[in-house]
């Protein structure tokens, strides 16, 4: 293994880190377990029985149900957990430098430290301004980047 060792005081804050990811993960997974049983009770009273399933089935009918937004969450969730993983989670994509705790308290996903990341939005309010002057001349090919940046 390469990468250099993490403090131990980092090692402590990115256990906390881990706890607090997959609480959250076990929260959202609750609640929409919550949700699918008193829905498929809701149908039981109306005298449908479709109750019966095998366990796995409703595992996927568990998933089924969750929303996009649910869904993304537990994907940054997932992605923010491997990223612990693989000693990657905490360093910054851009400038390859630990991210402060702080930042990563208040924003648990982030892939970029708070330096990196004011220079892309920076970035991006200077692209979207030319994009505006250049108006009706933005080309298809640009479309790309617009949905990497909302
Ligand atoms: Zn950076």
Redesign the pocket.
């Known amino acids: 293994m390469p990468k250099k060792p993490a403090s131990s005081s980092r090692k402590k804050f990115l256990a906390k880190v881990r706890r607090r990811l997959e609480e959250m993960k076990e929260k959202i997974l609750a609640e929409m377990d919550q949700a699918n049983r008193s829905e498929r009770e809701g149908l039981k009273d109306e005298g449908m029985d479709t109750y019966d399933l095998a366990s796995e089935e409703r595992d996927r009918e568990i998933s089924f149900i969750l929303s996009d937004r649910e869904r993304a969450k537990i994907g940054a969730i997932d992605d923010a957990l491997e990223r612990l993983g693989d000693g990657t989670y905490g360093v910054?994509e851009?400038?390859g430098?630990e991210i402060g705790e702080e930042r990563l308290e208040a924003l648990p996903f982030t892939r970029?430290?708070r330096?990196?990341q004011q220079d892309l939005e920076r970035e991006a309010r200077t692209q979207r301004r030319s994009e505006d002057e250049r108006g009706v001349y933005r080309k298809f090919g640009s479309t790309e980047a617009d949905e990497e940046n909302t």
Do not use: H, Y
Request: overall charge negative; charged content about 10%; glycine content about 0%.
């Open positions: 910054c851009s400038c430098l970029l430290c330096d990196c």
